[in-house]
């Protein structure tokens, strides 16, 4: 990028970092845990979340804001099952920015534990732009390669948590998972590392175990990710 | 964005022409396709590439030149299949851009009839940066999900072509290929689809056919994708 350029390019990331912290604030205040869900496009994130909503509880204490460049699809999906939805279309955009969060946080329910923003499948831009939230969790799917977390470092070294998905396929495919967590540690040794198949449901009861100890450490002060 | 911002954006992609357009007149003065290849992290780009190596007749006239976030990895793959190829390691940026072709055209061998262009892993922003090709390849993968052309519509408007690649998981997975195949062409009626599985050899020849096809096309005006 040219000077210019990347002045541009500083400008949106620092008004994003205090939109980001509003959000977080926000809703630590109310003691949501909020989750931003970063990964390829069709990684299985919407699948996921349709599995979560059967799994967390109390039931019916989360909502979802789902981003996409078009189409209302996923929030639909999400809808379908009895969740609050709230469906951000980019037009274009690469990435969701704190600011189109922040205009949504005066219409969540009240009584909520989570709030899950699935971000616009896309392993690279999204990775850039804090969000407010307490968690972010990036997941690679078993269909795109063990080879992903050295290709694609910054969202691989910027989440909490990593979701091996499709867990299912692993043996019909060239991946192999301990590759995938072994290069992933590499890029970031803090990583939490969880096998999942929304379909068969090996591994959710151990996400989910990690969802509720996140929030359980929740604190008020304005920590990026703490 | 604010007006600032869609300004240099607009610059970019201004210069960004001017780029493209010189590439591909060079290209095209000698004879050689240049085929940009377009899609989500792990949709089987290299693997595809591996494949065509094998099939492109007469053999040993083709280059590559690999983008990545990070790492070499591609084009030593391209390499021990004895073929000539370039890593551009964009180091964060989501997309390559014509000048980082430019750079490198006198670097390649003289007697071309194929050159191949594998964009980073990122289903939306390099559909914006026309990189000189006079062909441009979207691939779908099976388990990415039938669903991508209507979310995803910049890079499935902006190619002639369409690969439904991984065909052998087909069978295995929730994805149905006329879905995929009708909403492509939803987006872009224009698109010539094939349907491939590099592991079986399912379509390459067709897409091969595809390719001679279009190199046979080529004239020496600079017109965008002709």
Redesign the interface.
């Known amino acids: 990028?040219k000077r210019?350029?990347v002045a541009?390019y500083e400008?949106?990331l620092k008004s994003n970092v205090a939109a980001a912290a509003e959000v977080r604030r926000r809703m630590r205040e109310r003691g949501v845990l909020t989750v931003n869900l970063m990964s390829?496009?069709?990684a299985g994130k919407t699948t996921l979340l349709e599995r979560l909503v059967e799994k967390l509880t109390p039931p019916g204490r989360l909502a979802v804001i789902e981003g996409?460049?078009?189409?209302e699809?996923d929030a639909e999906r999400l809808r379908a099952k009895g969740v609050p939805a709230w469906q951000i279309q980019t037009g274009?955009?690469?990435h969701l920015e704190a600011r189109m969060i922040g205009r949504l946080l005066d219409e969540l329910p009240p009584d909520l534990d989570f709030l899950f923003i699935e971000n616009?499948?896309?392993?690279?831009?999204p990775a850039a732009f804090d969000l407010g939230e307490s968690l972010r969790v990036v997941l690679l799917?078993?269909?795109?390669?063990d080879?992903?977390p050295?290709?694609?470092?910054?969202a691989f070294l910027t989440a909490q948590v990593l979701v091996l998905s499709?867990a299912d396929?692993m043996g019909?495919?060239p991946f192999d998972p301990e590759r995938a967590r072994r290069e992933a540690l590499e890029v970031n040794p803090a990583l939490e590392v969880f096998r999942v198949s929304a379909l068969t449901g090996e591994g959710l009861d151990d996400f989910v175990a990690c969802l509720h100890r996140a929030r359980a450490k929740l604190t008020p002060e304005d920590g990026r990710h703490a």
Do not use: F, H, Q, W
């Open positions: 990028m210019k350029d541009v400008d949106i390829s496009p069709g996409d460049i078009e189409t699809r274009g955009a690469c616009v499948g896309n392993l690279v831009c799917s078993a269909p795109e390669g080879d992903k050295k290709k694609y470092p910054k499709k396929l019909l495919l």
